[in-house]
T-cell receptor, first 113, second 111 residues
Framework: KAGVTQTPRYLIKTRGQQVTLSCSPI?????VSWYQQTPGQGLQFLFE???????NKGNFPGRFSGRQFSNSRSEMNVSTLELGDSALYLC????????????FGQGTRLTVV | QKEVEQDPGPLSVPEGAIVSLNCTYSNSAFQYFMWYRQYSRKGPELLMYTYSSGNKEDGRFTAQVDKSSKYISLFIRDSQPSDSATYLCAMKKGGSYIPTFGRGTSLIVHP
C-alpha cells in the first residue's frame, strides 16, 4: 500500500514569489491536513480538507490557501512568500472519520531567500 | 502557556536503557492521545494512540495516560540506537479532527 507522497521534496524560492505544494494521500483516505513545522514553533496546523471541502482552518494568514481534488489529492499554495515561511510543510492523510490515525508524508522543505 | 507541553531535550541514554518520554496538557477535554516518532528529514510516524486513561502496550513501547494529572508518558524498553529520533505527543478532543502537537523531545540512544 503506497504511503503519502509529497512533491517536491525541496524548494528554494525568493521573497515575494508564490509556491504550490502537492500531496497525494493514501488510497481510500478522504482527509488531508497540512502542517507547518519549524524548530521554534513545532508542528502548526494550517488546514484540513475532507471530500473537497475545507473542514478546518488554523490561524494562518490568507496567503496560505489550499484545495482538494475529487481524487483526494491536495495542494497548498503560499503567495507573496516571506522569509518566515521557510519551514518543512507536512501533509497528513486520514480516513476522515476521526483522524486519530494520521499518516504523514515526508514533507516539502521550503526555503525562502 | 501552550496547551501541550513537552521537554525538547535532548535526552541521551545508553543502549538498553528504559526511556520515559512525557507530556503535560492543560485542556481536560482531550480524549485521544497519540505518540509519533520523527526521524531527521522525515515526516512523523504514528507509533500508537490511546483513548481516555490507561495503558497500551505495543512491543517495546508502552503508552500511559493519567487524566487526573493531565500527564501522558511513552516508555521504551530495551532502547536501541535506531530509536534515536524526535518523539512528538499529540492530543485530540472527542469529535475534533485536528490534534494539538507537543514540540517534540529529541532522544539519543548511544551504543
Amino acid at each position: 500500500k503506497a504511503g503519502v507522497t509529497q512533491t517536491p521534496r525541496y524548494l528554494i524560492k525568493t521573497r515575494g514569489q508564490q509556491v504550490t505544494l502537492s500531496c497525494s494521500p493514501i488510497s481510500g483516505h478522504r482527509s488531508v491536513s497540512w502542517y507547518q513545522q519549524t524548530p521554534g514553533q513545532g508542528l502548526q496546523f494550517l488546514f484540513e480538507y475532507f471530500s473537497e471541502t475545507q473542514r478546518n482552518k488554523g490561524n494562518f494568514p490568507g496567503r496560505f490557501s489550499g484545495r482538494q481534488f475529487s481524487n483526494s489529492r491536495s495542494e497548498m499554495n503560499v503567495s507573496t512568500l516571506e522569509l518566515g515561511d521557510s519551514a518543512l510543510y507536512l501533509c497528513a492523510s486520514s480516513l476522515g472519520d476521526t483522524n486519530t490515525e494520521a499518516f504523514f508524508g515526508q514533507g516539502t522543505r521550503l526555503t525562502v531567500v | 502557556q501552550k496547551e501541550v507541553e513537552q521537554d525538547p531535550g535532548p535526552l541521551s541514554v545508553p543502549e538498553g536503557a528504559i526511556v520515559s518520554l512525557n507530556c503535560t496538557y492543560s485542556n481536560s477535554a482531550f480524549q485521544y492521545f497519540m505518540w509519533y516518532r520523527q526521524y531527521s528529514r522525515k515526516g512523523p510516524e504514528l507509533l500508537m494512540y490511546t483513548y481516555s486513561s490507561g495503558n497500551k502496550e505495543d512491543g517495546r513501547f508502552t503508552a500511559q495516560v493519567d487524566k487526573s494529572s493531565k500527564y501522558i508518558s511513552l516508555f521504551i524498553r530495551d532502547s536501541q540506537p535506531s530509536d534515536s529520533a524526535t518523539y512528538l505527543c499529540a492530543m485530540k478532543k472527542g469529535g475534533s479532527y485536528i490534534p494539538t502537537f507537543g514540540r517534540g523531545t529529541s532522544l539519543i540512544v548511544h551504543p
